[in-house]
């Protein structure tokens, strides 16, 4: 089937694995399309019915209906046992492992691109929406634009200290010149960054995004970007 599954946890009862590796293209297939992975997500969780699935996504049974074969055929769902009715007995499943795991370099290029690049995109949009609805609300700054070196430029909020102090938003794009170590060190502190206010359960959702690459050596994306 492709799949190799690891030791379990010690504390598991049911001796659910903890992490499965995948091999299988199928199943490869499936996990890189994020329609799937919506109806595959319930099954990572707990063990559920085609039913239960489905209202956890809130999505229709059908539809349910039609991925769960699917995941089951490539090994990533298995059946592990029913639920006994009147009439047909409802079948109940989850996935082989908590954690399902794909080797970078077996995720076909074409594939990877439109996961991570419909991912990253959907997160985009929300996050300029929300920041084009809270830049729009404050009337008390504007936009400056400057030189940046010989021939570039740079375009940011214009504002008083004061006024800084009391935006809970911000937003910032930017060419860095860094050593190998400056760049190790800057990811170690956004990843710290995020995991000190992760898990925390305020009133409102605020979407970060935060990140650092290396410039391309191929700007395939962007070969046309001036």
């Not at 539809?63 to 639920?83: C, K, N, Q, Y």
């Not at 430029?153 to 930017?174: H, K, N």
């Amino acid at each position: 089937m492709g799949v190799l599954t690891a030791a379990t946890s010690s504390t598991d009862d049911d001796g659910w694995p903890d992490r499965a590796d995948i091999h299988d293209p199928a199943a490869i297939a499936l996990l890189t399309d994020l329609r799937g992975v919506t109806f595959l997500s319930p099954f990572l969780a707990s063990t559920h019915t085609l039913t239960s699935a489905a209202r956890t996504v809130e999505r229709p049974v059908s539809s349910m209906a039609h991925w769960v074969p699917r995941f089951v055929d490539t090994g990533l769902v298995e059946r592990v046992g029913e639920i006994r009715r009147a009439g047909a007995p409802m079948p109940r499943y989850r996935a082989v492992a908590r954690k399902l795991v794909v080797p970078f370099e077996m995720i076909p290029f074409d594939a990877r691109v439109r996961m991570l690049d419909t991912g990253r995109l959907h997160l985009l949009r929300r996050f300029m929406d929300g920041m084009d609805e809270a830049v729009a609300s404050s009337r008390s700054f504007g936009l400056s634009f400057a030189a940046y070196g010989e021939r570039g430029s740079v375009i940011d909020l214009e504002e008083t200290d004061a006024e800084r102090a009391l935006r809970s938003y911000t937003d910032g794009w930017m060419m860095l010149e860094l050593t190998e170590e400056d760049a190790l060190a800057c990811s170690r502190e956004l990843e710290s960054l995020v995991e000190r206010y992760r898990g925390r359960q305020g009133p409102r959702t605020y979407i970060f995004h935060g990140g650092i690459a290396p410039d391309p050596t191929f700007r395939w994306r962007s070969a046309n970007d001036r």
